[in-house]
């Protein structure tokens, strides 16, 4: 057992946030020492967290002591551990970029952005669905604060449809919560998953009402089709840092609709099982071709990344919407890729601006850049990984999606809408780099050149693309071990709930 | 007693979501704000509605009101009021940076 290391995660940035706020009267040395020597711990505990994961067993840490389902747990399975290690990872990258100087721009960033991570995790790791709630709000309030970081009528703008987009969603949470737990009395996600397979005739048509309603409430979080109008905007204006952190927002949303609709509404959920089939998969290609053409269309490099954040959620969601081990797995595998890329992405954007002068990230004749090589092999790099060119990481997760898709029946649909997004990203992204690097007007540059810890934090985002490449075949052996552990929920509901009555575990598990 | 709750959440529901159109950040911060009491008394109403039980364990309690759903609504009012205050805070300053108090920004639209 892991004793109390799973709480760790959720305690650590929530310390740190409020050992910030004692100093803050102590200078900002201070303030970056602490937060970075939280994140590093955060780093090595989520790495043992991960390392405890690999077994298979399910780490349950009940609060208080209080049993399931009366009390909330938190639960560690490879799905969770992974999402907080790559949180942790991101973040730390994403902060010793901001210690090059843009967390002096606002007050309080490192106090907001270890806030975040606090709700981050602990939506990572909880098995409650209230519990989720109350975390989805700790990490959205902090992210309301990140997102004003620099200030600006741009920024005020975005936070403000940012905001009450987010509240709205909340309502509906909420309604989504208040139904299922009238119908089914419970909110533990394991014991909402043995209720739902007994549920009788007449709640069916609430429940599944509120699990669609969840499904919409998810969907704004990850931004899929018809709710993802508010992305560009927000992520786009936000400062490069937080931009950067919030490329794992979006995967919370993908994260909670693969948790609640393979665990709860999942293969085993009697009436109820599958109840997603039949709306991820054309929800997540279309909005992943509408995406797309956001990349096509953006006169600015910043924005061009926001949609490219939109496009890697319509290809997470059309994959996790097949259904199958495969897909899952291969899904999880462009999930790590994407989030640590476009989070590189949004650093380098930063960087390339910064030595634009007042051209900034637009896609129009400029100054050279200040160090035009290092940079632009940079951006050939990123812009490699992403679009999923070989010999790239990226490239390996689509090929394992377009795999996993052989022998479906959406087959063709799903092959050739990944394709051609494929093709029309590369246009645009080669059309960006000529534009920022080759059309210059001769105007002396005036940007400064790149600080060593925004370097640093850039490569190595970058460099997760051929280090998830060259070590494709342990991930690809951890993430099919993820989603074959994803596919059972039984094994979930007893390592949460204690062996179940065997009457259940058959009529429930009959097909295993 | 049910009939009078479910009226009440819908009148509120339909208030705040006329008031979320109007676009004018004030009417949305209110607008939001009906919407969430309709969702506190939604989460509450889904303890199913009771008369005179006890809350706590009595020896002669015949029936019990369910304690969760008013530590749910408890949590839930909390982080609204939290949000509400946010907002309106985030409202006033986009009417300093944006000069009106449009959600665009961009009056006479």
């Not at chain 1, 996993?404 to 029309?424: D, E, H, K």
């Not at chain 2, 015949?62 to 304690?67: C, H, L, R, V």
């Amino acid at each position: 057992m892991m004793g109390h290391w799973l709480i760790v995660p959720v305690l650590l940035p929530m310390v740190a946030a409020i050992l910030m706020l004692l100093t803050a009267r102590m200078g900002r040395t201070v303030e970056r020492s602490i937060s970075l020597l939280a994140m590093l711990g955060l780093v090595a505990v989520s790495a043992v967290l991960l390392n405890a994961s690999l077994s298979g067993d399910y780490q349950v840490y009940a609060l208080g002591n209080w049993v399931a389902p009366f009390g909330i747990v938190l639960v560690l399975d490879r799905l969770s551990a992974l999402m907080v290690l790559l949180t942790s990872v991101l973040a730390l990258f994403s902060l010793l970029y901001a210690c090059n100087g843009q967390d002096r721009e606002g007050r309080h960033f490192h106090v907001l952005f270890h806030m975040q991570l606090m709700g981050l995790n602990g939506a990572f790791l909880t098995g409650d669905l209230f519990n989720l709630f109350v975390f989805f709000e700790i990490l959205l309030i902090a992210s309301y604060g990140l997102l004003l970081h620099g200030g600006g009528p741009l920024r005020s703008r975005a936070g403000l449809h940012y905001v009450i987009l987010n509240l709205a969603g909340s309502a509906l949470f909420l309604i989504g919560i208040g139904t299922i737990y009238g119908m089914l009395g419970t909110l533990n996600m394991a014991d909402l998953a043995v209720k739902v397979a007994q549920a009788g005739p007449e709640q069916l048509r609430l429940i599944h009402i509120s699990a669609l309603l969840l499904m919409v409430v998810f969907g704004l979080k990850a931004a899929l089709l018809p709710l993802y109008f508010w992305l560009p905007g927000a992520y786009s204006s936000a400062s490069a840092p937080v931009a950067a952190l919030f490329a794992i927002m979006t995967k919370v949303g993908v994260y909670s609709i693969i948790r609640i609709f393979m665990l709860v509404f999942g293969i085993e959920a009697g009436a109820l099982s599958n109840l997603a089939q039949p709306w991820l998969l054309p929800l997540g290609l279309v909005t992943l071709s509408l995406g797309v053409f956001g990349v096509l269309a953006s006169r600015c490099l910043r924005k061009q990344v926001a949609y490219l954040v939109v496009v890697s959620v319509g290809t997470l969601i059309a994959g996790v919407g097949l259904l199958t081990v495969e897909s899952m797995a291969a899904s999880l595998y462009y999930l790590m890729h994407s989030t640590l890329i476009t989070g590189g992405l949004f650093l380098l954007a930063d960087l390339i601006a910064r030595q634009r002068g007042d051209v900034d990230s637009e896609l129009r004749v400029g100054p050279t850049v200040t160090q035009p090589l290092l940079l632009s092999t940079m951006f050939f790099i990123a812009a490699m990984a992403v679009v999923g060119l070989p010999p790239l990481g990226g490239f390996i997760g689509k090929l394992l999606l377009l795999e996993a898709a052989v022998q479906q029946p959406s087959m063709a649909w799903f092959w050739s809408v990944i394709l051609i997004a494929s093709f029309f990203a590369l246009i645009a992204l080669s059309r960006t780099g000529s534009a920022l690097f080759l059309k210059t007007d001769d105007t002396a540059t005036t940007g400064v050149r790149a600080g060593g810890a925004s370097l640093l934090a850039v490569t190595a985002l970058l460099l997760s693309s051929p280090l998830l490449a060259v070590y494709g075949n342990v991930v690809s052996d951890f993430s099919i071990a993820t989603a074959e552990q994803l596919v059972q929920p039984m094994q979930y509901i007893e390592g949460v709930l204690g062996p179940q009555p065997s009457s259940m575990v058959n009529s429930m598990g009959g097909e295993q | 007693m049910e009939i009078l709750i479910s009226t009440a959440i819908g009148f509120l529901v339909a208030c705040g979501i006329y008031l979320m159109l109007r676009a004018r950040t004030m009417d949305v911060v209110i607008g939001l704000t009906l919407l969430s009491y309709a969702v506190n008394l939604f989460l509450f109403a889904s303890g199913r509605l009771t008369n005179n039980a006890a809350a706590l364990i009595s020896s002669d309690a015949a029936a019990y009101a369910d304690p969760l759903p008013q530590a749910l609504v408890l949590t839930a009012i909390v982080i609204g009021f939290g949000m509400t205050a946010f907002l309106v805070v985030l409202a006033i300053r986009a009417f300093g940076d944006l000069g009106n108090d449009h959600v665009d920004g961009e009056a006479g639209k």
